[in-house]
């Protein structure tokens, strides 16, 4: 996969992964409300789409290493997967009870950042224990502290 791509698709995919989960158990833990947390994913799926691959753009463009091809490349894929992911994770709460669909994104989410993670792993030749378990202990700090977080602006505002 040319480098372009890749830092792409692995940027895009991890900030959907992270993002969303910190959105919906935030939303979640603060309001409980399915309407709100879609109406969350869908302004994420949007704003922060657009506002990461227009980091990236940047970047890119600062490296002075890539041609402009490369650039718009690696904008694009981090804008449609950054977009597409984040977007799949409204089925979940679409289909099921939210609670349920709660659970569902966890375990979706970080199955997925544990693929990325085994593929980032293999690619660099390290143990792919390692890579995993950092990047899992990250994403559950992400759960755990906007959990919290939720309940307190729940607690405040309500």
């Not at 409300?33 to 109406?39: D, E, F, M, R, Y």
């Not at 490349?73 to 679409?94: C, D, G, M, N, R």
């Not at 693929?115 to 143990?127: C, F, R, T």
Request: proline letters at 1%; aromatic letters at 10%.
């Amino acid at each position: 996969m040319r480098h372009s791509l890749k830092i792409g698709l692995s940027f895009g995919l991890t900030s959907g992964i992270i993002t969303t989960l910190g959105l919906i158990i935030g939303l979640h833990s603060g309001t409980h409300s399915k309407a709100v947390i879609i109406g969350g994913i869908l302004t994420i799926a949007i704003a922060d789409a657009f506002s990461d691959a227009l980091g990236i753009h940047i970047s890119e463009e600062s490296e002075n290493a890539h041609t402009e091809k490369e650039i718009w490349e690696s904008t694009a894929a981090t804008f449609l997967s950054k977009f597409i992911f984040t977007l799949s994770f409204a089925v979940p709460i679409l289909l099921f009870h939210l609670s349920t669909a709660v659970i569902i994104s966890i375990i979706y989410g970080l199955f997925t950042l544990s693929i990325i993670s085994l593929y980032i792993a293999k690619e660099q030749g390290v143990k792919t224990w390692r890579v995993i378990s950092e990047h899992l202990i990250i994403a559950c700090v992400v759960i755990i502290a906007t959990h919290y977080t939720g309940k307190w602006i729940g607690s405040v505002f309500n």
